[in-house]
Each structure stands twice: as C-alpha cells, then as structure tokens.
C-alpha cells in the first residue's frame, strides 16, 4: 500500500472543485462559489505537498537508476533521499488535523 494512500482521495476531490469552480454557471451562487473556493483553498498546500514528495521520490530512483552505470551519481543519493524525508514529513504534518498542525508548528518556537 502506497505510504500516502489518503491523498488520492484528496487528489480526486481537488481535481473536482478544480472542474466545479471553472464552470461559469458556479459563480450564480456566491455562497457555494466561495465554499468551493474555500475548500480548494485549504486543499491546495496538500496537493503541493504530495506533488513534492511524489517529484522527489521520482528523483531518488531516476538517481539510483543514473547510480548504477555511473558511479559519480553515486554522491547525489543522500541529497535526494534528504529531499525526499523533508518533503515526506511536510506532507505528514500537512495531513494532520488543523489543530494538531498548528500545536506541533507553535512547539517548534
């Protein structure tokens, strides 16, 4: 199972507020414009997130990929696998509830 199974759920509702809100006929309701709007709005940091760590977990393995017929990539790995951890940990503290999000961010200070 995919280490971040929950954000395709996310993904997919993102992808559906992004086709809602480009409908004209949306904006006819304020109220419910402003709600997709919202929604969409609170999703985005998740979806820049995941496309992060989905990026840098690509890289990693285009990286060992490179690492085996060239040995000079070797010294790319750690980089790319700290790329990795820090966009994995972004993305876990993104997904915690909000209020969860915002203590653990206020203990770091």
Known sequence: MERF????????EY???EA????P??????NKARALGKRYAQLGPVIAGYRAYKLAEEDLI???ELAESDP???SEIVALEKTKDDAAALLEELLLPREKC????????
Do not use: C, P
């Open 102 to 109: 915002t203590t653990q961010r206020k203990k770091e200070y």
């Open 25 to 30: 006929s949306i904006h006819a309701d304020q």
């Open 5 to 12: 199974a929950k954000v395709n759920e996310l993904l997919a």
């Open 20 to 23: 809602q809100m480009a409908d």
């Open 72 to 74: 000079s990539f070797a």
């Open 62 to 64: 285009a990286g060992k």
């Open 15 to 17: 992808e559906s507020l």
